[in-house]
């Protein structure tokens, strides 16, 4: 970007060091010109070397270096002296000090200041792609990832589980895009299996084709539910859908039909629900689509080493010399199951997309589960199986609604939307400055509900608590919604300082408050912070880098004023700041899958 190029080239010059991408993120360029300035001391080093060792400070230092990481020669505080002597501050470094085998630097804030503001304001409205792209790097380059998530099933209930994986999995798609893979994105439907056997037995008795097109996710629900309850008095029941399952195994047209119509009315309805909660798939696959041929190899294969037990037609795999213990590859009809349709479908995959990797985010429950098929498809020699990875995630208790026990996703939906549009009708006034006022509600519950979901290390479990996660204090969802609209409305209130002169010419020296530059070098940090999040495929830790930021934005709010501020250039240049510091929380928002909103 040029106009960042222009303000580099006034700075001195630090050299290029692999894997960075300053013209991502600025801090890059402090940490080498802190590794030159120990190289300087320390000859024997290399700039390289000594960058992987800067680390952030702590105690209000910027950055820290441990010196004994590179096992030098003689005493660490010796080499640390030797450093300070040869130190000159410079326009990236403001200070140095040390403490005994530690030294601490301070990064000159007019510079801090300036890089990062107009680095944020670069990457936000002027890059090639139109797109805002502050955050995002390259690591991903050239390379392929499959991300399945979601995963409900037809005609059962949408739980919790299939929740955070729509949440988790959303997010990781996100994730893996600003880190420039390519990524193609699947739900693989719940949408075979007997108990497809057991609906089409229950909708000859109780289907209604109308109750089908108004609502085929609860319509199939209600048919579930009946015909089981019939199944527990009248065994012929389960005998008659193991029979039509079979049928439909076999491609019997005649079987097959009604399914059909169920599966894509489920999808067109999902595909709504989806959509309101800003999540999309490339493709709707499903269990149903996984062909039979290699379900049937992998047998074959299996049975050459010996992993097969036969149990009268029952074909078991024995994976208990690496303690998966047994588990059913088919069963005595021939049908498939769970198992080998996710074998055969893992190999499909890799057919059609050789991808680099694929992720699977399904939860802890069904850590065994993977493990297996993966173990199985290790043990059939695919060179690729070790690019399968799981994503998994812990339990939630307690999810209902004051209407009872969650079945169906919109219920979910609808019962957040209601309990924040009842928070905001409490302040009749403001809600009728907003256009309108039930997407608005909407919008804020799910970001309640997705920020209680990501809040924390994914594998922890939680309690799901309505008034927690829909409260406007503390770390919710709603707060950071407050937040992103108190930012935005700053040019609303303050029409006086507008228009903002072009950002090389906003005077950013003059942000010169410790809770401004707090801020700021946060702001800094987000590109570090999508890396980290990758590394772990941790959401958690993008949640946290926006609530330390709305908490800086909270503490700076009554010194760093912006109305009110006598000096014009001073009040536009904070302007500019708080701007920017919106520009980053919406970035973090959306890679969350949040969508800001303006007012609310
Ligand atoms: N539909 C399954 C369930 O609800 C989850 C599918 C997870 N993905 C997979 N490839 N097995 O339990």
Redesign the pocket.
């Known amino acids: 970007s040029p106009s960042l190029t222009t303000l580099l080239s006034k700075l001195p010059q630090v050299p290029h060091v692999a894997g960075t991408e300053p013209e991502r993120g600025v801090l890059d360029l402090f940490r080498i010109a802190i590794a030159q300035v120990i190289v300087d001391g320390i000859p024997s080093l290399t700039v390289e070397q000594v960058y992987a060792g800067v680390d952030f400070g702590k105690k209000g230092n910027d950055f820290t270096v441990a010196l004994p990481r590179f096992k030098l020669k003689g005493k660490p505080d010796a080499f640390a002296k030797q450093v300070l002597e040869k130190f000159q501050p410079n326009e990236w470094i403001e200070s140095a000090v040390s403490e005994g085998i530690f030294l601490h630097f301070q990064v000159r804030t007019n510079t801090l200041n300036r890089l990062v503001l107009n680095q944020i304001h670069d990457l936000t409205y002027n890059t090639a792609s139109k797109e805002p792209e502050y955050g995002i790097n390259t690591s991903g380059k050239g390379k392929k990832v499959v991300i ?1 998530y979601s ?3 037809i005609a ?1 209930s949408f ?1 919790v ?2 929740l955070r ?1 729509t949440i988790i999995g959303a997010f990781l798609v996100n994730l893996y895009k600003a880190c420039g893979w390519e990524v193609v994105s699947i739900n ?3 949408d075979w299996g007997t108990q497809f056997g057991l609906i089409a037995v229950g909708f000859e008795k109780y289907g209604s084709k109308e109750e089908l097109e108004k609502d085929a996710i609860k319509h199939l629900f209600d048919v579930y539910v009946k015909i089981n309850k019939d199944a527990e008095t009248d065994p012929n029941v389960k005998v008659e859908a193991a029979k039509f399952f079979k049928r439909m195994e076999d491609g019997d047209e005649s079987a097959l039909s009604n399914w059909r119509v169920w599966r894509e009315l489920s999808i067109k309805k999902y595909a709504e629900e989806y959509d309101r909660l800003n999540v999309h798939f490339d493709e709707y696959l499903g ?1 149903s689509l996984v062909g039979k041929e290699w379900q049937d190899k992998a047998i074959d294969r299996l049975n050459e080493m010996n992993l097969i037990e036969d149990h009268d037609g029952m074909k078991l795999v024995n994976l208990e010399q690496w303690n998966m213990g047994k588990a059913v590859l088919r069963k005595k009809d021939g049908t498939s199951i ?1 198992l080998t ?2 074998i055969g ?2 190999i499909e995959r890799y057919e059609k997309y050789k991808f680099d990797k694929m992720v ?1 985010v ?2 802890a429950q ?1 850590d065994l ?2 493990a297996q ?1 993966f173990k199985i498809l290790k043990l059939m020699e695919f060179p690729w199986a070790d690019k399968l990875e799981h994503i998994n995630y812990g339990l939630v208790t307690g999810m209902s609604t004051r209407k009872g026990t969650v079945v169906f996703l919109n219920e979910i939906i609808k019962e957040a939307t209601s309990v924040i549009y009842e928070k905001m009708s409490e302040n009749a006034e403001k809600l009728a400055q907003i256009e309108d006022p039930q997407y608005v509600a909407q919008e804020v519950g799910i970001s309640g509900i997705k920020i209680q979901d990501m809040s924390a290390k994914r594998i922890n479990n939680y309690a799901f608590n309505w008034q927690r996660m829909l409260s406007f204090e503390g770390d919710t969802g709603p707060y950071l919604q407050y937040q992103h609209a108190r930012l935005s409305s700053i040019e609303r209130k303050n029409p006086e300082l507008l228009p903002l002169p072009s950002p090389e010419e906003i005077n950013t020296d003059l942000l010169t408050e410790p809770a401004a530059r707090e801020i700021i070098f946060h702001l800094a940090t987000y590109p570090g912070v999508v890396r980290n999040s990758m590394e772990k495929s941790e959401p958690s830790t993008i949640v946290h880098f926006a609530f330390k930021l709305t908490h800086a934005i909270s503490s700076a709010w009554e010194y760093v004023l912006v109305k009110g501020e006598p000096d014009l250039e001073k009040a536009r240049a904070r302007m500019f700041m708080f701007l920017r510091a919106r520009d980053v929380l919406a970035a973090a928002m959306r890679l969350l899958t949040i969508r800001p909103l303006e007012r609310m």
């Open positions: 399945e995963a409900p099933n059962k739980h589980g299939h994986s693989y439907l719940g269990e769970y349709r996710d479908g893992a699977y399904v939860s069904q589960h993977l098929f």
